[in-house]
């Protein structure tokens, strides 16, 4: 079964830093495009930045640039974004995601449960 | 981009028949996607590349549109349907995705 699990909730202070996991089953992690998306409460979907594990190309959002980084390991088929360091404003949920074509930037066929964030 | 959805909310009875528009503010070209997500749980895709049904979604569920203007269809609304419901464009070069602000469903 092609799934994304993600790492636990973290409760974080601001100023921490913080690496969160996204592991992925089933498929071939090196050819698809896997993303991240943010979530704060009770608002909608922000898609925060994208990398292709074959050959970690990685982009992101503007709003998320210098805010995050993203990267990815084939040899243990895991996904990560990691804060240096964190700010309230970051609590939220986090989901991973996979484009649904192989090779191709595309819509997201399958996603992780969500890791909640909460700096305070 | 800039995507719109319209109408923000709405409330719906059990067998009604509800459509969702998302507005571009150009031309968003085929990759436009709807997502469903209830409370508590992770976005699920419903349709992708406009009108193309993913695995496993009831046929109730329907996409169309051209250009700048897309909507989601559901033909008849069934007690599992209350949820918020997004659209979602994307860019591949450079990669960029958009999602709409969501319309929320939820029963009359």
């Known amino acids: 079964e092609v799934q994304l699990v993600q790492s636990g909730a973290e409760v974080k202070k601001p100023g921490d830093s913080l690496k969160i996991s996204c592991k992925a089953f089933g498929y071939s992690f090196s050819k698809y495009w896997i993303g991240w998306v943010r979530q704060k409460p009770g608002k909608g979907l922000e898609w925060m930045g994208i990398?292709?594990?074959?050959?970690?190309?990685?982009r992101y959002s503007p709003s998320f640039e210098g805010q995050v980084t993203i990267s990815a390991d084939t040899s243990t088929n895991t996904a990560y974004v990691q804060w240096s360091s964190l700010k309230a404003s970051d609590t939220a949920m986090y989901y991973c995601?996979?484009?649904?074509?192989?090779?191709?930037?595309?819509?997201?066929?399958?996603w992780g449960q969500g890791t909640r964030v909460t700096v305070s | 981009i800039q995507l719109t959805q319209s109408p923000s909310s709405l409330s719906a009875s059990v067998g009604d028949r509800v459509t969702i528009t998302c507005r571009a503010s150009q031309d968003m070209g085929t990759s436009l996607a709807w997502y469903q997500q209830k409370p508590g749980e992770p976005p699920k895709l419903l349709i992708y590349a406009v009108s193309s049904l993913q695995s496993r979604v009831p046929s109730r569920f329907s996409g169309s549109g051209s250009g700048t203007d897309f909507s989601l269809t559901i033909s008849s609304l069934h007690p599992e349907d209350f949820a918020t419901y997004y659209c979602?464009?994307?860019?591949?070069?450079?990669?960029?995705?958009?999602f709409g602000p969501g319309t929320k469903v939820d029963i009359k």
């Open positions: 995601a996979k484009s649904w074509q192989m090779g191709t930037v595309n819509n997201f066929d399958i």
């Open positions: 990398i292709y594990p074959g050959d970690s190309d990685t």
């Open positions: 979602q464009q994307v860019d591949p070069y450079p990669p960029r995705f958009t």
